[in-house]
């Protein structure tokens, strides 16, 4: 069963730091890049970071240098460090393959930046 399941947002103040984890079925992790997408209200969802099978990364200019994306192979997980966070940061983040996303989505999870 190929399954996504993101974990680790929250509520963070402007400034602070959040790390996201997505734990990906085999089947799909092992032969895939990865991507974190991003949904805000009222806006279309959007690639934020990517890493391909042997470690390339890739961010919106957006997260540049604020953001870094990794891939543990052993755990089938990958992860988004978010540092220095802003408001504009505020959605519900998402994992999926990267670059062709499968049409199989985890509950996402919430990103909150406000003081």
């Known amino acids: 069963q190929v399954q996504l399941v993101e974990s680790g947002g929250g509520l963070v103040q402007p400034g602070g730091s959040l790390r996201l984890s997505c734990a990906a079925s085999?089947?799909?992790?092992?032969?895939?890049?990865m991507g974190w997408y991003r949904q805000a209200p009222g806006k279309e969802r959007e690639l934020v970071a990517s890493i391909s099978i042997d470690g390339r990364t890739n961010y919106v200019d957006s997260v540049k240098g604020r953001f870094t994306i990794s891939r543990d192979n052993a755990k089938n997980t990958v992860y988004l460090q978010m540092n220095s966070l802003r408001p504009e940061d505020t959605a519900v983040y998402y994992c999926n393959t990267w670059p062709s996303r499968i049409n199989v989505w985890g509950q996402g999870t919430q990103v909150t930046v406000s003081s």
């Open positions: 085999r089947s799909i992790f092992s032969f895939n890049g």
